[in-house]
């Protein structure tokens, strides 16, 4: 069992930053891979970001590329986002998530923090 715990998020204004934080707890392994997802009121669950543990390789989606930053602190087994230029339609619930680098299924999430950006 893998624990996730999501913090950092907030009320912001359009251009400004947050720095979300997940804290994995329990029977990690070697080889998994940490995510963001997000979901704005009405909309499907979207991909965010994600880092593999190992190497530290990244991915995003578009919209958030050269704003958003995915890191993660081995020693404290905690992945973070980074939100620079934040931007009205980044509002939205923030979730981390867990998989193995073989599974391309997520399967721990953790319970999600609040975004939102003022215009």
């Known amino acids: 069992q893998v624990q996730l715990a999501e913090s950092g998020g907030g009320l912001v204004q359009a251009g400004g930053s947050l720095r979300l934080s997940c804290a994995a707890s329990?029977?990690?392994?070697?080889?998994?891979?940490m995510a963001w997802f997000r979901q704005a009121p009405g909309k499907e669950r979207e991909f965010v970001a994600e880092i593999s543990w190992s190497s530290g390789t990244t991915y995003y989606r578009d919209s958030v590329k050269g704003r958003f930053t995915i890191s993660r602190d081995n020693a404290k087994n905690t992945a973070y986002l980074q939100m620079n230029n934040l931007k009205p339609e980044d509002t939205a619930v923030y979730y981390c998530?867990?998989?193995?680098?073989?599974?391309?299924?997520?399967?721990?999430w953790g319970q999600g923090t609040q975004v939102t950006v003022s215009s």
């Open positions: 329990g029977r990690t392994f070697n080889g998994y891979l």
């Open positions: 998530a867990h998989r193995l680098g073989t599974n391309p299924s997520y399967d721990y």
